[in-house]
């Protein structure tokens, strides 16, 4: 099985832009789970899509957003980019939702990550 | 407040030599623990997860409620353990809030 795909690998942005960002699933995988990953504030939980609906978000701006289509690929738009937007995002997908309210956690697999530069 | 502290940033051992990764957790809910492991150019990875009660790699960890801890143990370091290690806490129903990660070295 093919694992978790992310385009592109690197990325390099100046502050104001947008960019979009694209993780495809292991396939038979529902959910997608984004995360930001900096030497400062470590992993961070951007938000997760399952079904094609955002089921959980993370503490970030607005100005993070994302998708998910019907074959369960996502992507990450990030608007009007800052310069402590630089980071790996990492996406990760589950057969699952990634949690099942207490009753269980499903096994995430994570991809390369996107590297994101913003100058 | 939800959080996962993993009080050492690096953690350097000799081989054979014992290896305690510690994190703390701080959670209301039932916890449920999980480590996660990212070797040098690999992808992040489950390690194990407390409910499963597995060893893995010959790492074990134990939940500890009273401590709110989920220290990550190795009685015999190798090399090829180094790596960069993050500690994870499932919240009831949203998301898996890390900890900042503590990177293992073990010298030869």
């Known amino acids: 099985k093919a694992g978790v795909t992310q385009t592109p690998r690197y990325l390099i942005k100046t502050r104001g832009q947008q960019v979009t960002l694209s993780c495809s699933p292991i396939s038979g995988h529902r959910s997608v789970s984004w995360y930001q990953q900096t030497p400062g504030q470590g992993l961070q939980f951007l938000f997760e899509y399952f079904s094609e609906t955002q089921r959980n978000k993370g503490n970030f701006p607005g100005r993070f957003s994302g998708r998910q289509f019907s074959n369960s690929r996502s992507e990450m738009n990030v608007s009007t980019l800052e310069l402590g937007d630089s980071a790996l995002y990492l996406c990760?997908?589950?057969?699952?939702?990634?949690?099942?309210?207490?009753?269980?956690?499903?096994?995430?697999?994570f991809g390369p990550g996107t590297r994101l530069t913003v100058l | 407040a939800q959080r996962v502290t993993q009080p050492e940033k690096l953690l350097s051992v000799f081989k054979g030599a014992p290896v305690e990764l510690k994190c703390n957790y701080s959670?209301?809910?039932?916890?449920?623990l999980f480590w996660y492991v990212q070797y040098s150019r690999q992808r992040l990875q489950l390690l194990l997860r407390?409910?499963s009660r597995e060893s893995i790699k010959g790492f074990t960890a134990d939940l500890n409620k009273g401590e709110t801890s989920f220290h990550l143990k190795k009685p015999f370091a190798q090399e090829e353990d180094s790596a960069m290690y993050y500690c994870?806490?499932?919240?009831?129903?949203?998301?898996?809030?890390f900890g900042t990660g503590t990177r293992l070295q073990v010298f030869p």
């Open positions: 959670y209301s809910g039932s916890p449920e």
């Open positions: 407390h409910i």
């Open positions: 994870a806490l499932a919240v009831n129903t949203d998301k898996l809030i």
């Open positions: 990760a997908s589950s057969f699952g939702r990634l949690v099942f309210g207490g009753k269980g956690t499903d096994t995430q697999y």
